[in-house]
């Protein structure tokens, strides 16, 4: 390094991960984790090659830990060791579900008969796949702060603050903090397909996917999957940006959760016939099923009811409109319009945009006719009908899955749908400790024509609406203090 050159502490480390062109991954290998100074630490060199050569060998070294004096009586004091700290994060993982339910499994959908005050549980998530998505591909080799954020050149090597009530803290600065945009080429395992910015089978093969009986069972020779206790999942970069705005799911790194759909026992023996069909399609063990996705029974999901086949939508529809005369139907009732528009279920009344109607053109053509099915979909998605259509899981074969979404918080407001200052961010040197304690619904279907409310590269990180409750403590790792010689 020439003296006075300070372009080494701009450095930057690109990682690419995921490929057949991997780069620099060997900075989180086994026993080989990346360190770099945890604070500026000036140190005193030698003045004349002369004097260098009195530390040539590996047994007379230059401690920079201690004060030295050279051999032509230059003195250098170089008290104390250099701090060090983890140039990445780490990401670990427990199984947070309710102790009353099989491992990584959740109950979401329940059914309150007439005259009960006990809800029946029909539907279970059980969580079997964990991918991570919008991994920095590139960080700065050292540590930077900045207590404005609109300032990219903030201090080398100085400590981050926290924030309480959004007041007192600053920020990490990564690279192109300030001007990264929702995009492609700055990640690695990438959420989106950047031709369409949809979540689709393109999008799914990029991203970095582990069982997660892989990452609960197995870690430490453990074969007992329910294990309880925290995994070691994987490395992660550092991802920031400068404010609140640009925490969206295009930016943020994030993991997405696989959940199969699963029937209860009490629902595969319930009295109710409904019931009782819905469990047994969930659990894949109805006459017709086809491992099929374009001929399967569709689940639909309105006002947190599911319902298989539109026949049963539409039953459902009218029953919820119906008067207590058993005969008068109210057109405004909020799930009827969203079956049959402004207009009627009566074809003589029939709103030809309505879902409805435009179900019966796909089912009148044998449901053969892709742009009908198209047509269909966009009608009911956009009246906040959702649908879920069977597909295989190599694991876990022929089923109904979805999708839940979760961007990784560092620095918790506390405030539920209001994102604070460095909220939603990785940082290097810090150990996140997840688990999911909660999920209160069916989450995002696997294609996002099915889905009223896709993921997109611009949605916020925290909304008002989540449905996944994901347990996340932050804890720094032990900065080292190692004595350095050269």
Same mark, same amino acid.
């Given at each position: 390094?020439?003296?006075?050159?300070?372009?080494?502490?701009?450095?930057?480390?690109?990682?690419?991960?995921?490929?057949?062109?991997?780069?620099?991954?060997?900075? *989180?290998? &086994?026993?080989?984790?990346?360190? =770099?100074?945890? &604070? #500026?630490?000036?140190?005193?060199?030698? !003045?004349?090659?002369?004097?260098?050569?009195?530390?040539?060998?590996?047994?007379?070294?230059?401690?920079?830990?201690?004060?030295?004096?050279?051999?032509?009586?230059?003195?250098?004091?170089?008290? +104390?060791?250099?701090?060090?700290?983890?140039? %990445?994060?780490?990401?670990?993982?427990?199984?947070? =579900?309710?102790?009353?339910?099989?491992?990584?499994?959740?109950?979401?959908?329940?059914?309150?008969?007439?005259?009960?005050?006990?809800?029946?549980?029909?539907?279970?998530?059980?969580?079997?796949?964990? &991918?991570?998505?919008?991994?920095?591909?590139? /960080?700065?080799?050292?540590?930077?702060?900045?207590?404005?954020?609109?300032?990219?050149?903030?201090? %080398?090597?100085?400590?981050?603050?926290?924030?309480?009530?959004?007041?007192?803290?600053?920020?990490?600065?990564?690279? @192109?903090?300030?001007?990264?945009?929702?995009?492609?080429?700055?990640?690695?395992?990438?959420?989106?397909?950047?031709?369409?910015?949809?979540?689709?089978?393109?999008?799914?093969?990029?991203?970095?996917?582990?069982?997660?009986?892989? %990452?609960?069972?197995?870690?430490? @020779?453990?074969?007992?999957?329910?294990?309880?206790?925290?995994?070691?999942?994987?490395?992660?970069?550092?991802?920031?940006?400068?404010?609140?705005?640009?925490?969206?799911?295009?930016?943020?790194?994030?993991?997405? /959760?696989?959940?199969?759909?699963?029937?209860?026992?009490?629902?595969?023996?319930?009295?109710?016939?409904?019931?009782?069909?819905? &469990?047994?399609?969930?659990?894949?063990?109805?006459?017709?099923?086809?491992?099929?996705?374009?001929?399967?029974? #569709?689940?639909?999901?309105?006002?947190?009811? %599911?319902?298989?086949?539109?026949?049963?939508?539409?039953?459902?529809?009218?029953?919820? !409109?119906?008067? $207590?005369? +058993?005969?008068?139907?109210?057109?405004?009732?909020?799930?009827?319009?969203?079956?049959?528009?402004? +207009?009627?279920?009566?074809?003589?009344?029939?709103?030809?945009? =309505?879902?409805?109607?435009?179900?019966?053109?796909?089912?009148?053509?044998?449901?053969?006719?892709?742009?009908?099915?198209?047509?269909?979909?966009?009608?009911?998605?956009?009246?906040?009908?959702?649908?879920?259509?069977?597909?295989?899981?190599?694991? $876990?074969?022929? +089923?109904?899955?979805?999708?839940?979404?979760? *961007?990784?918080?560092?620095?918790?407001?506390?405030?539920?749908?209001?994102?604070? @200052?460095?909220?939603?961010?990785?940082?290097?040197?810090?150990?996140?400790?997840?688990?999911?304690? @909660?999920?209160?619904?069916?989450?995002?279907?696997?294609?996002?024509?099915?889905?009223?409310?896709?993921?997109?590269?611009?949605?916020?990180?925290?909304?008002? $609406?989540?449905?996944?409750?994901?347990?996340?403590?932050?804890?720094? *790792?032990?900065?080292?203090?190692?004595?350095?010689?050269?």
């Amino acid at each position: 390094v020439a003296l006075n050159d300070k372009q080494w502490i701009d450095a930057i480390c690109e990682i690419k991960e995921g490929s057949a062109n991997d780069k620099n991954t060997t900075i *989180w290998t &086994a026993g080989n984790v990346l360190m =770099s100074n945890a &604070a #500026i630490a000036p140190k005193h060199l030698p !003045a004349t090659l002369k004097d260098w050569d009195a530390y040539s060998s590996e047994h007379t070294a230059l401690d920079l830990s201690i004060a030295t004096t050279t051999p032509s009586g230059e003195y250098l004091p170089n008290n +104390g060791s250099i701090r060090v700290e983890r140039s %990445v994060a780490r990401l670990d993982f427990k199984d947070g =579900s309710p102790e009353n339910t099989a491992p990584n499994t959740y109950h979401v959908v329940q059914h309150t008969f007439e005259g009960s005050t006990t809800p029946m549980n029909i539907v279970d998530i059980t969580l079997n796949r964990m &991918a991570l998505v919008n991994m920095s591909n590139s /960080f700065y080799y050292f540590r930077r702060v900045t207590a404005s954020a609109g300032n990219a050149d903030g201090g %080398v090597g100085m400590p981050e603050l926290p924030w309480i009530n959004n007041a007192g803290g600053n920020y990490v600065i990564d690279v @192109n903090y300030d001007t990264k945009q929702p995009g492609y080429a700055a990640y690695n395992f990438p959420l989106f397909n950047a031709d369409n910015n949809k979540i689709d089978e393109t999008a799914r093969g990029q991203w970095y996917s582990s069982l997660v009986n892989d %990452v609960l069972g197995k870690e430490n @020779n453990n074969d007992e999957y329910g294990d309880k206790s925290y995994h070691i999942w994987r490395y992660v970069t550092e991802n920031t940006v400068n404010n609140t705005s640009r925490m969206v799911a295009g930016l943020s790194t994030g993991i997405v /959760f696989k959940g199969k759909m699963i029937a209860t026992q009490e629902a595969l023996n319930s009295e109710n016939a409904d019931i009782k069909h819905l &469990a047994e399609v969930i659990d894949y063990k109805a006459e017709g099923l086809t491992n099929n996705t374009n001929t399967d029974p #569709i689940l639909y999901v309105y006002g947190g009811n %599911v319902y298989v086949g539109w026949e049963n939508v539409r039953k459902a529809a009218i029953a919820d !409109a119906t008067a $207590d005369d +058993g005969v008068t139907i109210v057109p405004t009732n909020s799930f009827y319009k969203a079956v049959f528009g402004n +207009g009627t279920h009566e074809a003589a009344g029939s709103d030809a945009n =309505s879902p409805n109607a435009k179900w019966n053109t796909w089912n009148e053509g044998g449901k053969a006719d892709a742009t009908d099915l198209a047509a269909f979909k966009a009608a009911a998605t956009g009246n906040g009908i959702t649908l879920y259509q069977s597909s295989e899981d190599e694991t $876990d074969g022929w +089923g109904y899955y979805c999708y839940y979404f979760y *961007w990784n918080r560092h620095n918790d407001n506390g405030q539920a749908g209001i994102m604070g @200052n460095m909220e939603f961010a990785v940082v290097r040197n810090n150990v996140y400790k997840l688990a999911v304690t @909660n999920i209160s619904r069916l989450g995002h279907p696997r294609l996002s024509d099915n889905d009223p409310d896709p993921e997109e590269p611009d949605d916020p990180d925290e909304s008002s $609406d989540a449905y996944l409750t994901l347990s996340v403590e932050v804890l720094p *790792w032990t900065v080292r203090v190692n004595n350095i010689e050269f």
